[in-house]
């Protein structure tokens, strides 16, 4: 089966615009979650949202926010970019929610890598 | 905040020979995870491991969890060149439906 489609690959931005990322899970998953990677400050986990509800959001400010759609496809948008937020953003989808979310693993998709200018 | 640090942060390996790896965590977990990453592109789940386990095996894979240490490691034995990547662990705390990541250990194994 497919795995979890992230869209697009690479993005260009200009310090204060605004970015959508997109992601589509693999079909039957429900829970998507957001991470966010840059050298300097790792892997760090943005938001996760199962059945169009947010259920966990990390601590970044609210220049981040995400959302979930009925088909379980995920956004999630940045406005006022600035530099900082220059970074791979890797989402990841599990069938699960709740505790239960990580027994089996996340499977990640290969991310959308943001260069703010 | 990152919860696991893993050690060394960097290691150079010839092919065929075994590659260890540790994690160190700070919190009560539920279960522990190991994660690989080539260049910068998505995570590929390894393998996961229980907070009641304390090793398990997966092909070239042998991970040992040790609890009252807040420690793990991962031993990948007869390495490849395919095997060059960054390797990270991940720890969902009790309660919580989130991965916490360490910072990865980047593997490189030399033909």
């Known amino acids: 089966k497919a795995g979890v489609t992230q869209t697009p690959r690479y993005l260009i931005k200009t310090r204060g615009q605004q970015v959508t990322l997109s992601c589509s899970p693999i079909?039957?998953?429900?829970?998507v979650s957001w991470y966010q990677q840059t050298p300097g400050q790792g892997l760090q986990f943005l938001f996760e949202?199962?059945?169009?509800?947010?259920?966990n959001k990390g601590n970044f400010p609210g220049r981040f926010s995400g959302r979930q759609f009925s088909n379980s496809r995920s956004e999630m948008n940045v406005s006022t970019l600035e530099l900082g937020d220059s970074a791979l953003y890797l989402c990841?989808?599990?069938?699960?929610?709740?505790?239960?979310?990580?027994?089996?693993?996340?499977?990640f998709g290969s991310g959308t890598r943001l260069t703010v200018v | 905040s990152q919860q696991g640090e893993e050690d060394p942060q960097a290691l150079s390996i010839q092919e065929g020979e075994n590659a260890t790896m540790n994690c160190s965590y700070k919190?009560?977990?539920?279960?522990l995870q190991w994660y690989r990453q080539n260049s910068g592109r998505g995570l590929v789940h390894l393998i996961l491991?229980?907070?009641?386990?304390r090793e398990k095996h997966s092909g070239r894979l042998r991970v040992t969890l040790d609890t009252s240490k807040k420690s793990s490691s991962l031993l990948i034995t007869a390495s490849r060149a395919a095997d060059t990547a960054s390797y990270f662990c991940?720890?969902?705390?009790?309660?919580?439906?989130?991965?916490?990541f360490g910072k990865g250990t980047m593997l490189l194994v030399s033909p």
């Open positions: 991940a720890t969902d705390a009790r309660g919580y439906s989130t991965l916490t």
């Open positions: 990841a989808s599990s069938s699960r929610p709740g505790q239960g979310l990580v027994d089996y693993g996340y499977t």
């Open positions: 919190t009560s977990i539920n279960n």
């Open positions: 079909s039957g998953h429900r829970s």
């Open positions: 491991i229980r907070s009641n386990e």
């Open positions: 949202y199962f059945s169009e509800t947010q259920r």
